[in-house]
């Protein structure tokens, strides 16, 4: 019956909407100095292989009018500055397109050089391991039309933990070390379902269609960030439309919902969207373990003060509820049933000034709000819910950020800022620990003490076996009358509530300097000290990149990064929190960059990364009737972990010139820990995966440059089945996404038949087991239709074509038995986005 009513509610829409002629719309936007953010005048803008272009005005300002839709390629030019181009521009009926640019400063050498950027912008103040992606970009890739993050995952330094959340995971690092940053503030849980600590999620918050430009770093970023050890993705939201009031409505793997943009008055515009899933709706037979439900906004008002100042309010906010209920599953950790609700937001205002025609100082502040409320129960023989443990814990962050450029001279700038956090914690949680029983079976007192005579079993002659491993693995052949004789049960309580406030200042300088036009340095230094537990740092910073020939630069860059613990962490109460300290890892990064042609960029960089002072479970090492066994005191953490990652990264990426784009990945590195039981041996960490690659191909057919495609476009053929994926449009995009995995790591735990619970074994190697290997194929396949009075496009994402068995990873039961956990099965779904 859905099916039925998406059906039709297409083949309506489509109709209705092909009565309509194409019409024309326009590209607007401001050109600044990168490193100044000042506007740039009389800068040439043209697009390619058209007659259309136009010039800036005092305010950076442009206007090209009168556009036919379509696609189009912005190239922008000015003397003193690298040519900057964009691609894959599309125009629209009756809307303006948004194109702003940041243009790169060039010392000239000579009169007849020309010094060309391309296709591929860079951040001001990196070298090595970032990437920078705008939003056409964004909706071209397969999966980066409703979820930016995974999108990233795409990249060679970059995995996840599963399918099932878009975790970034950078070279041997964990969940919760990624730094999100949107215009200027902070967000730590940018994610639906967040987890206090980590902030990754099975879906984004973040509408794709806010989104400006994206700059990631996977490591050994700049001074100017701070608090993770791993990696920063930095968001520039755009501004709203000036000129009207207009409307969009999405559908797609993110949920649905509607985003309405406009002017405020001559000097404010805004933007705003409410977004509901819809995955409860339509899932089933999908690798799925639970079906999460939420609701998310987002909205950016902007206030232009002057031309050189302005203020923006930003709000990004959720609701979010899951209910496990009866399974085994990695979320639930072993629990019967999980009713997990969350409640997340950001909300800051920023403050933007130039400064003469030399810099540039912005300053934000903000607040950031998790609640999480956790109810555990089991469903007892009257059918009703016993609760054995309650979470209600709220993470309140507050911001003050401001940071300050200056350019001295065209060889050198200083920049610098300061930021203060100050986070309150209130946790309360009631832990009624899971009864620990001890089972005593009847056999026992027959045959432990003598296991050198073989043991009649249902017939059948047993080997000796001293630990009884055969019938505890097997109890459902043992009757159940003599299964157990006895039983001694032991239960905790647990009744915890703690409120702590945390103020954590830091400050940060930089200098870039180029000695010789051919070679760039940057210094930074980073200081500062973690609340609570008064923790003082200092993280200095290197960076060097060198112009070895016209198109191929040699980049190296290194640091000491930290980060302080969680606040899970920081609000627990165990003895010796205080005592914790920032863990840290030393990076050095180096690699070759080479732009063969104005869309291709290759990079090969070699990594280490040296991690030390990690906050761990302690490690206990006891025995547990007659097993000698290891297992992790949750309850009391220690800076005891150490370890390193290194390896080799490979990226060639093609951007959309014409028709086609694709991108390789590959990556090969290793990952591993210091065990503690001895304190000098390595083992593989969960997340070393050997061998990454991922292959990234798409295809763009301009259907309405054909002399037939008018006539068939109001044909009754085109009106009645427009709606089907393989059907012709104005604009039609065909992408894939192939990834490979190696298989990771885990250590094979044993089963206690007393406990009825599973433990390692305290002589056993730790993640010497893995599992099989990850691939998937994704394919997406996107039609673009211009109508007189309105735009759509649908897009139809089919994940995990081939409907491999990916493995996400065991599931140990109190029967002695394990069972695999998959990642996505074959997952269709659709999208469209209607623009008014």
Do not use: C
């Amino acid at each position: 019956m859905k099916k039925s009513f998406l059906l039709i509610w297409f083949t309506l829409f489509l109709s209705a909407g092909i009565l309509f002629g194409q019409s024309t719309g326009s590209i607007s936007g401001t050109i600044r100095d990168r490193d100044t953010n000042q506007p740039l005048i009389g800068v040439n803008v043209m697009l390619d292989d058209t007659p259309y272009g136009a010039a800036t005005d005092f305010d950076g300002q442009y206007l090209i009018n009168n556009l036919p839709v379509g696609t189009y390629r912005v190239r922008v030019d000015m003397m003193g500055y690298e040519v900057q181009a964009r691609a894959n521009i599309h125009v629209t009926s009756k809307r303006s397109t948004e194109v702003n640019i940041l243009m790169v400063p060039t010392v000239l050498e000579g009169q007849d050089i020309q010094v060309t950027a391309g296709f591929f912008e860079r951040a001001r103040d990196a070298v090595v391991s970032v990437r920078t992606v705008d939003i056409e970009e964004i909706r071209s890739d397969p999966v980066g039309a409703y979820d930016v993050m995974r999108m990233m995952q795409s990249l060679p330094a970059v995995v996840s933990g599963s399918d099932q959340t878009n975790e970034i995971i950078i070279r041997g690092g964990s969940p919760g070390e990624n730094l999100f940053v949107m215009d200027h503030l902070e967000v730590p849980y940018p994610n639906h379902f967040a987890q206090a600590g980590s902030g990754g999620g099975p879906i984004t918050m973040i509408n794709t269609e806010f989104i400006e430009r994206i700059d990631f770093y996977a490591g050994s970023f700049p001074a100017r960030y701070g608090g993770k050890i791993s990696s920063v993705m930095d968001v520039t939201l755009r501004e709203a439309n000036r000129d009207r009031n207009r409307g969009q409505f999405n559908f797609n793997m993110a949920g649905f919902g509607l985003t309405y943009e406009g002017p405020l008055g001559e000097n404010a515009n805004y933007i705003a969207t409410l977004k509901r899933s819809f995955l409860d709706f339509v899932i089933s037979n999908t690798g799925l373990a639970a079906v999460p439900e939420y609701w998310s906004s987002q909205a950016k008002v902007t206030y232009h003060l002057s031309p050189g100042k302005k203020l923006m309010f930003n709000f990004l906010g959720g609701v979010d509820a899951i209910n496990i209920i009866g399974e085994d599953t990695p979320q639930a950790r072993g629990a019967e049933n999980v009713n997990y609700k969350t409640r997340e937001y950001t909300i800051g205002v920023t403050y933007k000034s130039l400064i003469s025609n030399h810099g540039y100082w912005i300053t934000s502040l903000g607040q950031s709000l998790i609640r999480v409320n956790t109810d555990v129960y089991r469903i007892d023989d009257q059918n009703l819910h016993d609760t054995y443990f309650t979470q209600s814990d709220t993470d309140i962050d507050n911001l003050l950020k401001s940071d300050l450029v200056y350019k001295f001279s065209p060889n050198f700038d200083l920049s610098g800022g300061v930021k203060i956090q100050m986070s309150n914690l209130d946790y309360d949680e009631q832990f009624r620990e899971a009864t620990s029983i001890d089972y005593i079976y009847t056999y026992e007192n027959q045959y432990w003490g003598d296991p050198s005579v073989n043991h009649t079993w249902n017939g059948e002659m047993v080997n000796p076996i001293p630990d009884l491993a055969f019938y505890y693995q097997n109890l459902d052949t043992i009757p159940e009358v003599n299964l157990i004789k006895d039983t001694t049960e032991v239960g905790i309580e647990h009744d915890w509530q703690s409120k702590k406030t945390m103020v954590s200042p830091s400050v940060w300088i930089q200098a870039r300097y180029f000695p010789v036009p051919k070679l760039e340095m940057i210094l930074g230094m980073r200081i500062g000290q973690t609340g609570y537990t008064q923790y003082n740092y200092i993280s200095p910073r290197l960076s060097m990149a060198y112009q070895l020939m016209p198109k191929v630069k040699l980049n190296v860059s290194g640091g000491r990064y930290y980060q302080p613990p969680f606040n899970t962490i920081l609000n627990g109460d165990f003895e010796g929190v205080r005592d914790l300290k920032d863990y840290y890892a030393d990076q050095v990064v180096a690699g070759l960059e080479y732009l063969p042609k104005e869309d291709v960029r290759v990079t090969l960089e070699l990594f280490s990364k040296k991690f030390d002072d990690l906050v761990t479970s302690e490690m206990i090492d006891t025995t547990i009737s007659g097993q000698s066994v290891i297992y992790f005191d949750y309850g009391h953490q220690v800076n005891a972990g150490a370890g390193r990652s290194y390896g080799l990264e490979f990226y060639i990426q093609k951007k959309l010139l014409d028709k086609w784009y694709g991108s390789v990945s590959y990556s090969k590195s290793v990952a591993q820990g210091i065990d503690p039981r001895d304190g000098k041996t390595y083992y593989p960490w969960s997340y070393d995966y050997g061998d990454v690659m991922t292959v990234i191909g798409g295809y763009k057919i301009k259907y309405m440059e054909f002399d037939w495609y008018p006539s068939y476009k109001t044909s009754v053929l085109a009106k009645t089945f427009s709606w089907l994926p393989f059907m012709p449009s104005d604009e039609y995009e065909i992408s894939f996404r192939a990834r490979y995995v190696g298989g990771r790591p885990y250590t094979e735990p044993v089963f206690n038949p007393y406990k009825r619970k599973w433990y390692a074994q305290s002589d056993v190697a730790l993640n010497d087991m893995r599992y099989d290997s990850y691939f998937r194929f994704d394919i997406m396949l996107l039609q673009r239709f211009y109508f007189e009075r309105m735009n759509m496009v649908v897009f139809w994402d089919i994940m995990n074509l081939t409907n491999r068995d990916n493995p996400w990873e065991y599931i140990y039961k109190s029967d002695g038995s394990k069972e695999m956990s998959w990642q996505y099965k074959t997952f269709p779904v659709g999208g469209v986005m209607l623009e008014f």
